[in-house]
């Protein structure tokens, strides 16, 4: 069963959002764990500042991660800087290889169907 009134899926879109604001980046797929999370050099999570939802979407706002040369193909949601709980992970839209120490940036925005 599809939701199909708008209200309620920007209220679950903005229940999704406040769960957590926390990204990571990850070497593979994160799993319902948290796996795969990136580490090194002046890699560390960053906290995204989620919008108002609208549409069935919210949107947080762009973040850069600092990483050591290496693949990253997929993010995280978390609710704390380090530690914390796993809420969530997906692919990221094309997998970003370095050959030395870089930066990747990754939007983030979830829509509830």
């Given at each position: 069963m599809a939701i199909a009134v708008t209200a309620t899926k920007n209220a679950l879109a903005a229940a999704?959002?406040?769960?957590?604001?926390?990204l990571s980046l990850h070497t593979g797929t994160p799993g319902s764990?948290?796996?795969?999370?990136?580490?090194?050099?002046?890699?560390s999570r960053k906290q995204t500042t989620w919008g108002t939802a609208a549409s069935s979407t919210v949107t947080g706002t762009e973040v850069t991660?600092?990483?050591p040369a290496g693949s990253y193909s997929h993010w995280g949601?978390?609710?704390?800087?380090t530690g914390g709980t796993f809420l969530d992970g997906g692919a990221l839209t094309a997998t970003v290889t370095l050959s030395a120490p870089g930066q990747v940036k990754s939007p983030i925005s979830y829509t509830q169907s």
């Open positions: 999704y959002a406040a769960q957590g604001s926390w764990t948290g796996a795969s999370e990136a580490t090194g050099g002046s890699y991660f600092d990483v949601l978390w609710t704390a800087a």
